[in-house]
Structures are given as structure tokens and as C-alpha cells.
């Protein structure tokens, strides 16, 4: 994770980014998980994407499977029982 949040840049757990949205945007439980889901869907969409992007351009093979272990890591901690 790149910000920080409480102090640290690892990846918060789903009741972390629960409650960041419940304070910080003062969102209610259900609009925070409205808008948690809305965020897996892109980011398993782009993943999709970068996939394919990957097959028709090799030399950025290394890069985007970086990428992809990070959001996958991200979505299994951040995300995991917010829905």
C-alpha cells in the first residue's frame, strides 16, 4: 500500500477500511461496502485487462505480474468479509 493509514503502509484489513469510511466520509456501514464493492469490481476488471494486455506486449510481463501479486494481496487482505 502506498499511503499510510493509522501509521503504517501495510495493508489495512477490511474492518480498518469499514470504519475509515464510516469516520472520515461519514458514510453509513452500508454505503461503505456500496462503494468497497465497487471497488473490487474495477479492480478485478483491470486485472482482467492487464492480463491481457500482458500476452500481446511480453517485455511488460515482469511489471504487471508486480502489479497483479500487489491488488490480489490488497483484495485478499483489504477486502476479505467487507461484503
Do not use: C
Request: glycine share 8%; hydrophobic share 40%.
Amino acid at each position: 500500500m502506498a499511503l499510510t493509514l493509522n501509521g503504517s503502509t501495510q495493508w489495512a484489513n477490511a474492518r480498518e477500511i469499514q470504519r475509515l469510511g464510516e469516520t472520515r466520509l461519514g458514510a453509513t456501514p452500508g454505503r461503505v461496502r456500496e462503494i468497497l464493492q465497487r471497488a473490487a469490481d474495477a479492480i478485478a476488471s483491470t486485472m482482467y485487462e492487464l492480463r491481457a494486455y500482458q500476452k500481446t506486449h511480453p517485455e511488460f510481463q515482469d511489471a504487471g505480474d508486480r502489479m497483479l501479486h500487489e491488488w490480489e494481496t490488497g483484495m485478499a487482505h483489504s477486502l476479505r468479509g467487507a461484503f
